[in-house]
C-alpha cells in the first residue's frame, strides 16, 4: 500500500522520512522535491508491502508531531482522483490590443 505523508518539515530529507517510517518496514521512500531549488516540498510517499502494517502507520502516524508540524498520514489516491485545477491565466485581462503610445511617431 502506497502512504500519502505531507504537512512534513522542510528539513527532512529521504533518509530522514525513511527512519520515520522504518518500524513499519518501508519498501521503497519518496520525498517529493522541487525540480529547480532541489528543496523539500513538504510531502512524499512510503509504500508498504502489508496492508495490515500500513493501516497500523496511518493511525500511528496521523497527527504525530514532527518538529513541530503535525503529518497527515493517508491512502495515496491515484492522479486520475485527484480534482483538476484550472489554468492559471497569465495573460491578464482586458482588451488586449492597446501598447499605449509607445509605437506612435512623434512629429
Same mark, same amino acid.
Not at 1 to 7: A, C, V
Not at 24 to 50: A, C, H, M, Q, W
Not at 52 to 65: C, F, H, L
Given at each position: ?11 527532512? $530529507? !529521504? @533518509?530522514?522520512? =525513511?527512519?520515520?517510517? +522504518? /518500524?513499519? %518496514?518501508?519498501?521503497? &521512500?519518496?520525498?517529493?522535491?522541487? *525540480? ?13 508491502? $502489508? !496492508? @495490515?502494517?500500513? =493501516?497500523?502507520?496511518? +493511525? /500511528?502516524? %496521523?497527527?504525530?508531531? &514532527?518538529?513541530?508540524?503535525?503529518? *497527515? ?35
Amino acid at each position: 500500500m502506497k502512504l500519502y505523508i505531507g504537512n512534513l518539515p522542510f528539513s527532512i $530529507d !529521504d @533518509e530522514g522520512l =525513511k527512519n520515520l517510517f +522504518s /518500524e513499519y %518496514n518501508p519498501e521503497e &521512500v519518496s520525498l517529493i522535491k522541487d *525540480k529547480f531549488s532541489g528543496r523539500s516540498k513538504g510531502f512524499g510517499f512510503v509504500t508498504i508491502s $502489508d !496492508d @495490515e502494517v500500513a =493501516k497500523k502507520a496511518i +493511525s /500511528e502516524m %496521523n497527527g504525530k508531531d &514532527v518538529e513541530g508540524r503535525e503529518l *497527515k498520514v493517508s491512502e495515496a489516491r491515484p492522479m486520475e482522483d485527484m480534482p483538476r485545477r484550472p489554468p492559471r491565466n497569465f495573460g491578464g485581462g482586458g482588451s488586449g490590443g492597446s501598447r499605449g503610445n509607445f509605437n506612435r511617431r512623434r512629429f
